[in-house]
């Protein structure tokens, strides 16, 4: 089955560790995405990719780190300097960038702090 | 400031009822716009989607209508079946290079049976 897998599904981190949040896809979609998802609001970008080897910010950026260098994976790394880690993290990909193509989620990872 | 907005966090629909389900926006670069349904601990699942050459995009159950001048579009569900309960997500894509998603802030949808 074609597909987007996050993992794991659940997440603890302790204060001042850097945790790497896994995203495959086997769609064989050029773009993948990040996004985050607090209580009561809408899905934020952190960063995308259009295509292997590229990767830009979103409008959350700031205390994440991502690599693209296989087209099938783009894992996310929330490092110590997100100062609000807990929130529930969606992957998305879409054929490409550019056009109308709606996008695909995986369902989710969520992270909390210990 | 939120580019897309969804003001009803909730509603409620009886069963067979139509559910309408709202959403505004403010920047008049939006020219493709989507809905996603959500399920708990899922990821959101896309479901219909119009552009702003069209007014109108139906799909089975499902209606997007689009009004530009006003810069509204809403999701008309018709009939509701208890399955239909989830949260459900506008969205809206730029013209430009990047044709990032913006989305709103969900609606929850009982559909009672």
């Known amino acids: 089955d074609g597909g987007i897998t996050q993992s794991p599904k659940y997440l603890f981190r302790k204060e001042g560790q850097n945790v790497t949040l896994s995203c495959e896809q086997n769609?064989?979609?050029?773009?993948m995405y990040w996004y985050r998802q607090d209580p009561g609001q809408g899905l934020r970008l952190i960063y995308y990719s259009q295509i292997v080897n590229d990767f830009q910010k979103g409008d959350i950026a700031e205390g994440y780190s991502v690599s693209r260098e296989k087209k099938e994976s783009f894992p996310l790394t929330v490092t110590s300097a997100q100062k609000n880690p807990t929130a529930f993290y969606l992957c998305?990909?879409?054929?490409?960038?550019?056009?109308?193509?709606?996008?695909?989620f995986g369902d989710g990872t969520r992270l909390s702090i210990l | 400031d939120q580019q897309v907005k969804q003001n009803s966090p909730s509603l409620s629909v009886q069963e067979g009822r139509i559910s309408i389900l709202n959403c505004d926006y403010t920047?008049?670069?939006?020219?493709?716009f989507l809905w996603y349904k959500k399920y708990p601990a899922e990821g959101p699942t896309f479901l219909i989607s119009?552009?702003?050459?069209?007014d109108k995009n139906e799909d089975g159950r499902f209606t997007v209508f689009l009004n530009k001048s006003a810069k509204h579009l809403s999701l008309h569900i018709v009939p509701s079946q208890p399955g239909d309960s989830a949260v459900y997500f506008c969205a809206a894509i730029s013209s430009g290079s990047a044709r990032q998603l913006t989305f709103g802030s969900g609606t929850q949808l009982t559909v009672l049976p």
């Open positions: 920047n008049s670069m939006f020219d493709y």
């Open positions: 769609l064989n979609h050029d773009a």
């Open positions: 119009i552009s702003s050459i069209k």
């Open positions: 998305a990909s879409s054929i490409s960038a550019g056009g109308n193509q709606p996008q695909h």
